[in-house]
């Protein structure tokens, strides 16, 4: 990239795989990306997709000096193709969410005195307590977080206290990026704090009895907790003299992967953001969050009066795909004429289909029921089959987002992303489970387009002006569907009986139901 004389802003992406950068002009004109593949680019750390899975299958960890080493490779990169760092008037990051970092006693020491004449990963490498930190997918804790529930009054009582049930680790990861360009310990933002099962959500300070329930101390240790959309300080003097960034370059608060996405999908009041993936996920934008025992709510990283709920279905593409080589020979045509000729409401019939145990909710099987609620075996016809799995994986939701506080206004889009946002036959089902409009969006790297946003409204947002604002000029969603006439009055006794079917489903035996 040759260097460019207008102002820029940056956002960072401590993703799980990679570290990733892109850069926007004033415009919100995408004028640099770049990244650093851990597996790749650092094989000397000996990551498989960015982790270690230890011995036991539970412990997942990631070598703390991979991420340092990442950020210096990634910043000689930019330097040598030109990029002016002179330039940047702020940038923000995001970081995986629920890992942890661990500084050793004297590092803020070390911090403040960085040499410009030597790399981070050398400068830092006695800085930390745990050289591998555990990260999101870590499961070895689970003892530890039973026991946080007990000690606050049980699951649901956590839930209300912080947003989610106990998770298994801890998230600083965001934080501890933001301390590496400050040259000082960071402030954790509301919103990925909200993500630790530490703080009132409502409140926005941390929770004496979850913190006295973990360890004592606690407090001091983990700092303050700031909004999203602080300015922390400026750039620190290593960057000034090493790379030549301006003694006048704004650090925004940096914050977690998921919510970063959600700033860089534009999400509004009423929106909903979908990823259909490997696993699907719902973004939702929430204004008076109900706390339940499945699914996240965050504080919203954008509007420190909202919130964000985040649910996770494990049983996404995957599930989608076997059915639609049992069903409609491994072809999508097929699978989507089989949409088209089936009506709306697949005539009372209900699937649920979990090849693998689902997340939400906590059951596994395949699991089907006629219009009077009686099981079906085996199958049901190949038709019937496809829209049985599309429409129940759309009621499921919808059901879990309105358990969550989740309200569906006139105003209200979903935004579609992820490899089945292809194919509008799927979309229109959606939009006719959620009686609203679905629009596609090009979300590559969208955490760190976010964190870019989120740079530019740093600079102006204690003059109330919303990052809705901000990002004007930033590329539209594209409309692909809108509801079909009639749809919702009969989706409505359906999202009833799906939701009383669901509760039989997680209280059955399976072994008549188990995946063939």
Known sequence: MAASEAPCYLGWDFSTQQLKVIAIDEQLTVIYEDNIHFDKDLPEFGTHCGVHVHSDKLTVTSPVLMWVKALDMILEKMKSSGFNFSHVRAFSGAGQQHGSVYWKEGASQILKNLSPDLPLHQLLKACFSVRDSPVWMDSSTTTQCLSLEKAVGGAQHLANITGSRACERISVVSSFAASLFLSAYAPIDYCDGSGMNLLQIRDKIWSTACLNACAPGLEEKLGPVVPSSSVLSSVSPYYIQRYGFSPDCKVVAFTGDNPASLAGMKLEEGDIAISLGTSDTLFLWIKEPVPAL????????????????????????????????????????????????????????????????????????????????????????????????????????????????????????????????????????????????????????????????????????????????????????????????????????????????????LYSPISSHLVK
């Open 294 to 505: 499945e699914g996240h709510i965050f504080c919203n990283p954008v509007d420190s009066r909202a919130y964000m709920a985040l649910l996770c279905f494990k049983n996404g593409s995957l599930i989608r795909e076997r059915i639609r080589d049992d069903c409609a020979s491994g072809s999508w045509d097929e699978f989507s004429k089989a949409l088209k000729c089936t009506v709306v409401g697949n005539n009372g019939n209900l699937g649920f289909y979990f090849d693998v145990i689902e997340i939400t909710p906590e059951a596994v099987g395949i699991h089907r029921f006629n219009s009077d609620n009686n099981k079906v075996v085996p199958d049901f016809p190949k038709e019937v089959e496809i829209r049985a799995l599309v429409e129940g994986q759309f009621l499921a939701k919808r059901i879990h987002a309105e358990k969550l506080g989740y309200k569906i206004l006139p105003r209200t889009r979903i935004l579609a992303t992820g490899g089945a946002s292809y194919n509008k036959e799927i979309l229109q089902v959606l939009s006719d489970v959620f009686s609203a409009p679905v629009y596609t969006i090009d979300t590559a790297n969208s955490a760190c387009l976010g964190c870019a946003y989120r740079a530019i409204h740093g600079l102006v947002a204690e003059t109330s002006v919303s990052l809705g604002d901000v990002v004007k000029l930033a590329p539209e969603p594209r409309l692909v569907v809108t509801p079909t006439a009639g749809a919702d009055q009969l989706y409505q006794p359906l999202l009833k009986r799906y939701a009383e079917l669901e509760q039989k489903v």
